[in-house]
T-cell receptor
Framework: RKEVEQDPGPFNVPEGATVAFNCTYS??????FFWYRQDCRKEPKLLMS???SGNEDGRFTAQLNRASQYISLLIRDSKLSDSATYLC??????????FGQGTELSVKP | DGGITQSPKYLFRKEGQNVTLSCEQN?????MYWYRQDPGQGLRLIYY???????QKGDIAEGYSVSREKKESFPLTVTSAQKNPTAFYLC?????????????FGQGTRLTVV
């Protein structure tokens, strides 16, 4: 089993749609969780950290379920500019960063 | 400005040659990482270092070598033993041993074997 697994993509959605990505992790000692966004041929950039209580940033909502060992990212009212690959990242304290394989999102007009 | 810098942005290598990719950060971060990304694929960990003069192999370390003589610098050498080195290489840094601290990436180096 991979340490971090994401929904296989790609996701093709119309503008204005709501889309959700899921990510599961195997190490129960993991303490930090993040969603990164990567545009084509660019470096990944932090989209948002994921906190135990869940957190929201505009159209984006991240949730963490420690009992089931998964995190999710919800994007509401999708924009064309949301088209990118979304990477789930897990990090135990003092341990290495572990990336999921990424889920590609394509938002169409 | 604080940040993490990779150089060069594009690199061409002849078969059989070793090349070194530079990664420098002035963020005072303890941890540094090297990843490889192939087209349409995720990031695969090559090496990482959490402290000066110490580093660990990642999932695909064969054919690569690193050093961590200074906190700011974590160069990656792609040796001739790496059979398929053409890829996008990303360096990242992160404060170590703290919670909820994201990693920052350099802009990457595209290596092509010619």
């Amino acid at each position: 089993r991979k340490e971090v697994e994401q929904d296989p993509g790609p996701f093709n959605v119309p503008e204005g749609a709501t889309v959700a990505f899921n990510c599961t992790y195997s190490n129960s000692a993991s303490q930090s969780f993040f969603w990164y966004r990567q545009d084509c041929r660019k470096e990944p950039k932090l989209l948002m950290s994921v906190y135990s209580s869940g957190n929201e940033d505009g159209r984006f909502t991240a949730q963490l379920n420690r009992a089931s060992q998964y995190i999710s990212l919800l994007i509401r009212d999708s924009k064309l500019s949301d088209s990118a690959t979304y990477l789930c990242v897990v990090n135990p304290i003092g341990g290495k960063l572990i990336f999921g394989q990424g889920t590609e999102l394509s938002v169409k007009p | 400005d604080g940040g993490i810098t990779q150089s060069p942005k594009y690199l061409f290598r002849k078969e059989g040659q070793n090349v070194t990719l530079s990664c420098e950060q002035n963020l005072n971060h303890d941890a540094m990482y090297w990843y490889r990304q192939d087209p349409g694929q995720g990031l695969r960990l090559i090496y990482y270092s959490q402290i000066v003069n110490d580093f660990q192999k990642g999932d695909i370390a064969e054919g690569y070598s690193v050093s961590r003589e200074k906190k700011e610098s974590f160069p990656l050498t792609v040796t001739s033993a790496q059979k398929n080195p053409t890829a996008f290489y990303l360096c990242a840094s992160q404060p170590a041993r703290t919670v909820r601290t994201e990693a920052f990436f350099g802009q990457g180096t595209r290596l092509t074997v010619v």
